[in-house]
C-alpha cells in the first residue's frame, strides 16, 4: 500500500502566479482534506472533499480551490499567490471506522515557495 | 470548538517513559481525542486515538479522566528517533465533521542520549 502521495515535493513560484498540487488518497479511502502548514504552527485545515465535491471548508479566501475525481485523487490550486502563501501543504485521506471515527494519513506534503 | 492546550516543549532522555499531558476543557460529548506525530517536512502521523479511560496500542497509552478534559499521551521507553512534535486533537468522531478538527501548536518532544 504505497500510502497518501503528493506531488510535487517542492516548488517555488512568484507572486500572482497560479498553482496546483496533488494528491493520491490511501487505497479504499475515499475522503481527501487539505492543510496549509506555516513554519512553527500546526496544521490549519483548507477544505475536505468527498464523492468530488467540497464538503467542508476552513477560513481561507476563494483563491483556494480544489477539485476531487472519480478515482478520489484531489488537486489543491491557490490563484494569485501571495508571499504569505509560503508553506507546507499536506493532503490527508480518510475513510469511516467501524466505531464512527475516523482516522486521518496525511501525506508527505508539498512545500511551496513564494517569492 | 474544542481547544486543546500542551506544553510548548519537553526534553527527556532514551529509555525514559514520557508523558505529555493536553487540557482540552470544553471537550464536547461526540469528541474524540487523537494524537499525531510530525517530523520536519513530513505530514503528521497519527498515534492513538480514544473517547475515554485508557486506550493502548502498540507504540503508545492514552490516559482520558472521567471527566474528558484533559488527557496523557504516555510514550513507553523513549529513543532518539521519538524526537517530534506531538498534536493533541480534539474533534467530533464523526465522519462529517473533520473541519472541526483543530491542530494547535503542538509539543516539540527532544530526546537525549
Redesign the interface.
Known amino acids: 500500500d504505497a500510502g497518501v502521495t503528493q506531488s510535487p515535493t517542492h516548488l517555488i513560484k512568484t507572486r500572482g502566479q497560479q498553482v496546483t498540487l496533488r494528491c493520491s488518497p490511501k487505497s479504499g479511502h475515499d475522503t481527501v482534506s487539505w492543510y496549509q502548514q506555516a513554519l512553527g504552527q500546526g496544521p490549519q485545515f483548507i477544505f475536505q472533499y468527498y464523492e468530488e465535491e467540497e464538503r467542508q471548508r476552513g477560513n481561507f479566501p476563494d483563491r483556494f480551490s480544489g477539485h476531487q475525481f472519480p478515482n478520489y485523487s484531489s488537486e489543491l490550486n491557490v490563484n494569485a499567490l501571495l508571499l504569505g502563501d509560503s508553506a507546507l501543504y499536506l493532503c490527508a485521506s480518510s475513510a469511516m471506522t467501524g466505531t464512527g471515527s475516523y482516522e486521518q494519513y496525511f501525506g508527505p506534503g508539498t512545500r511551496l515557495t513564494v517569492t | 470548538l474544542a481547544k486543546t492546550t500542551q506544553p510548548i516543549s519537553m526534553d527527556s532522555y532514551e529509555g525514559q517513559e514520557v508523558n505529555i499531558t493536553c487540557s482540552h476543557n470544553n471537550i464536547a460529548t461526540n469528541d474524540?481525542i487523537?494524537w499525531?506525530q510530525q517530523f520536519p517536512?513530513?505530514?503528521?502521523?497519527?498515534i492513538i486515538?480514544g473517547?475515554k479511560t485508557k486506550v493502548t496500542n502498540e507504540v503508545a497509552s492514552l490516559f482520558i479522566p472521567a471527566d474528558r478534559k484533559s488527557s496523557t499521551l504516555s510514550l513507553p521507553r523513549v529513543s532518539l528517533s521519538d524526537t517530534a512534535v506531538y498534536?493533541c486533537l480534539v474533534g467530533d468522531?464523526?465522519?462529517?465533521?473533520?473541519?472541526k478538527?483543530?491542530?494547535?501548536?503542538?509539543t516539540r518532544l527532544s530526546i537525549r542520549p
Open positions: 474524540y487523537t499525531y517536512s513530513q505530514g503528521p502521523r497519527f486515538q473517547y498534536y468522531g464523526r465522519y462529517s465533521s473533520a473541519s478538527i483543530i491542530f494547535g501548536s503542538g
